[in-house]
T-cell receptor, first 116, second 117 residues
Framework: KAGVTQTPRYLIKTRGQQVTLSCSPI?????VSWYQQTPGQGLQFLFE???????NKGNFPGRFSGRQFSNSRSEMNVSTLELGDSALYLC???????????????FGEGSRLTVL | DQQVKQNSPSLSVQEGRISILNCDYT??????FLWYKKYPAEGPTFLIS?????DKNEDGRFTVFLNKSAKHLSLHIVPSQPGDSAVYFCAASAGMNYGGSQGNLIFGKGTKLSVKP
């Protein structure tokens, strides 16, 4: 079956701009999570969506937002970009059944954002 | 404040030998631990997990050990193969009563494993 698909794979923006990243989860997966990966901080949890509702949120400023559609596809948006937002943004989907952490997360290849 | 720590950024091992990757955590509310492997230009892939009610879980060449009193877990790869060369991430999750959810994992910064032929 098709894996998690993220678009675009690479993009370059300038400070102050905004960006929207897209994620299509594995068919049947209802939970979509977003992570930011930087060399200094590793993978940091941004937020999780389940059935179009944000179920959990990490410690990121309000400039980072997301949403999930009825077909489970998800988008994340970063407004007023800063240089420090340059990172690999990873989307992960899961079946979302069972206790937290017990379901395997399936990651996409990521969207690499460069902010100049 | 890092709740999951992988203190070794890199590890080099000879093919056929054992690789031991270590991970420490600070939050006693964590009750599930996972290891993910990541190759360059790919997303992380799940490797093995362990519940806090166990102290060992084995899957082929991979074994994870959990020492709750020390808040420490380790991943053993025996024997190591060149294809195991990747970045390994330790991750933890807390129960739902403590803000946990399926997609919310706390990751360490990773350890880059190099297995030399």
């Amino acid at each position: 079956k098709a894996g998690v698909t993220q678009t675009p794979r690479y993009l370059i923006k300038t400070r102050g701009q905004q960006v929207t990243l897209s994620c299509s989860p594995i068919s049947g997966h209802r939970s979509v999570s977003w992570y930011q990966q930087t060399p200094g901080q590793g993978l940091q949890f941004l937020f999780e969506y389940f059935s179009e509702t944000q179920r959990n949120k990490g410690n990121f400023p309000g400039r980072f937002s997301g949403r999930q559609f009825s077909n489970s596809r998800s988008e994340m948006n970063v407004s007023t970009l800063e240089l420090g937002d340059s990172a690999l943004y990873l989307c992960a989907s899961s079946l979302a059944s069972g206790p937290p952490g017990t379901g395997e997360l399936f990651f996409g290849e990521g969207s690499r954002l460069t902010v100049l | 404040d890092q709740q999951v720590k992988q203190n070794s950024p890199s590890l080099s091992v000879q093919e056929g030998r054992i690789s031991i990757l270590n991970c420490d955590y600070t939050n006693s509310m964590f009750d599930y631990f996972l290891w993910y492997k990541k190759y360059p230009a790919e997303g992380p892939t799940f490797l093995i997990s362990i519940s806090s009610i166990k102290d060992k879980n084995e899957d082929g060449r991979f074994t994870v050990f959990l020492n709750k009193s020390a808040k420490h877990l380790s991943l053993h790869i025996v024997p190591s193969q060149p294809g195991d060369s990747a970045v390994y991430f330790c991750a933890a999750s807390a129960g739902m009563n403590y803000g946990g959810s399926q997609g919310n994992l706390i990751f360490g910064k990773g350890t880059k494993l190099s297995v030399k032929p």
